[in-house]
């Protein structure tokens, strides 16, 4: 079965901490993740993605994410958290057409 | 440069009623996607529209259909609500590449 798991589901840190969340993901076929973010009433946005190649990737704020393949993770990372990160993380996995994604993780940062 | 558009943002609905939810791609899009999201979830998957067509469909209950417009527009209908039905109604737009780029939602409750 199709499926995204993110373990830490509430994560508090202080401003300058380090951050990585959890992803694993169980999927059969050409694998595409991502990484989005939802800030506090705003929508949706793409953090990072990773189709193919190096699979240490960039994203925007200084985030960045590492493909695994052997262990089936993309874990989230940033060196150094700000208050404005404060905001719910997801990561998904692209099928043909739907994203399955994970349940999401809720970060607090505090200044 | 518009984003993705929803309305309405906010519906109260009681159970048995019908409910049609609307969506404007972002400009250059031609695929919409619909997801819902209910509280400390991820987005499910509902179905995608390409062509006018529907792509493809999640585990969704009949109740729930679809529809797209020739300018990529969108709506999603549910009819016969339940309570389980409350929840945020995500809608999605996609480039070729299939990426996804959502709008801020619309919050069906269903009393």
């Known amino acids: 079965a199709q499926s995204v798991s993110q373990h830490n589901h509430h994560v508090i840190l202080s401003e300058a901490a380090s951050l990585e969340l959890g992803c694993n993901y169980s999927?059969?076929?050409?694998?595409?993740l991502f990484w989005y973010v939802q800030y506090p009433g705003q929508h949706l946005q793409l953090l990072l993605k990773?189709?193919?190649?190096?699979?240490l990737v960039k994203g925007i704020k200084g985030f960045e994410a590492e493909f695994i393949k052997s262990k089936f993770s993309f874990n989230l990372r940033k060196p150094s958290v700000q208050w404005s990160d404060t905001a719910e993380y997801f990561c998904a996995v692209k099928g043909t057409y739907k994203y399955i994604f994970g349940t999401g993780t809720r970060l607090k940062v505090l200044a | 440069d518009a984003g993705v558009t929803q309305s309405p943002t906010h519906l109260i609905k009681t159970r048995g009623q019908q409910v049609t939810l609307r969506c404007s791609p972002k400009?250059?899009?031609?695929?919409v996607s619909w997801y819902q999201q209910a509280l400390g979830q991820g987005p499910q998957f509902i179905f995608q529209y390409y062509e006018e067509e529907e792509r493809q469909r999640g585990n969704f209950p009949d109740r729930f259909s679809g529809h797209q417009f020739p300018n990529y527009s969108s709506e999603l209908n549910v009819n016969a609500l339940l309570l389980g039905d409350s929840a945020l109604y995500l809608c999605a737009s996609s480039p070729y590449t299939g990426e996804l780029f959502f709008g801020e939602g619309s919050r069906l409750t269903v009393l």
């Open positions: 400009s250059g899009h031609d695929t």
């Open positions: 999927y059969g076929g050409t694998v595409n």
């Open positions: 990773y189709f193919s190649g190096d699979p």
